[in-house]
């Protein structure tokens, strides 16, 4: 996933509704109308959050009969923590600096 769809994909994630889907998704491939039933949006509500999460790689669909299946990208999900573990050793490394400032200045 390049950098464009990881950023695409965490500004996908924005969204509470979003998040709430690809929840669902994580436990199982759903279709529309049972992605629909428990969330506080319409179907097309659905679909256009659903359009939102395939545009930004996170979920991919299959046609079943003459109902659509989404399922999640688990590749895509890797990609997002790979990017927030960058971010965390980043992070880690900055305060194990500032500790060790820190103590050198105590000396």
Known sequence: ??????????????????????????????AVRELAEGLPVTRSAVSQHLKVLKDAGLVSERAEGTRRIYRLNPAAVAALRDQ??????????GYKDIAEESRKEDR
């Not at 996933?1 to 994909?9: Q, W």
């Open 84 to 93: 927030l573990d960058t971010y965390w050793q980043r992070a880690l490394a």
């Open 1 to 30: 996933m390049d950098a464009d769809r990881v950023s695409d994909a965490f500004g996908a994630l924005g969204d509470p509704t979003r998040r709430a889907i690809l929840a669902r998704l994580a436990e199982t491939p759903q």
